[in-house]
């Protein structure tokens, strides 16, 4: 089997909490975006872009994150305030994908947002490829406007998800998948 299929029938999604650094260097970065950016993207609009969240922007977003949450639930404890706190903190790297799917008269919202949501896989193939591990979250942060307006998401933008990039020292158990003969038909 070549190594692409070989990657794409054994990739798993790590936990944020299992992933370490040291995360993609600088080229490793140009890499893994420029492979994401060559989505299939019908009428080349470039409907989403990243948000790099590392060092001290997981720090300032993550106290944006946790005043969210304490606005919303006053009756949180510092332990869980912390907790939200690190939600984009846990891995060395954090690319956050805006969807800008948007009116266009010949390209339909939907296919739009499916370019983002291939965006997404194409990091988590790319960066799986170079050896790093990732989880692809949204979490409800990635649909709260106070977060996405601290993030510098436009009102029309929304986002597709925080992909998480880092180093684990094992793979984690494959989970259930499908079988074939339940979600395929021929017609």
């Known amino acids: ?11 798993r999604s790590v936990p944020p909490v299992q992933l ?3 995360g993609p260097s600088p080229d490793d970065l140009d890499t893994i975006l420029a492979a994401a950016s060559r989505v299939p993207d019908h009428g080349k609009l470039a409907p989403w872009r990243f948000i790099l969240i590392e ?20 009756e949180a404890d510092d332990k869980r305030l912390a907790l939200e706190a690190g939600r984009l ?13 948007g009116p266009h008269v010949k390209i339909p919202d939907w296919e739009q947002v499916l370019s983002a949501g291939a965006v997404c ?12 591990r990732t989880a692809w979250l949204t979490e409800w942060m990635a649909y709260d406007r106070r977060v996405l307006d601290a993030l510098g998401l436009d009102p029309a933008e929304r986002l597709a998800g925080f992909v998480h990039i880092g180093r684990a020292g094992e793979t984690p158990p494959d989970r259930p998948r499908p079988a074939l003969s339940e979600i395929v038909t021929r017609y």
């Open 121 to 132: 896989m194409t990091l988590i193939v790319a960066a799986n490829a170079l050896g790093f």
């Open 1 to 11: 089997m070549n190594a692409t299929l070989d990657l794409l029938r054994t990739r």
């Open 89 to 101: 903190a846990l891995a060395p790297l954090v690319i956050a994908v805006v969807s800008r799917a």
């Open 55 to 74: 060092g001290e922007g997981q720090a300032r977003i993550g106290r944006v994150v946790a005043e969210t949450y304490r606005a919303d639930h006053p």
């Open 20 to 22: 370490a650094g040291p």
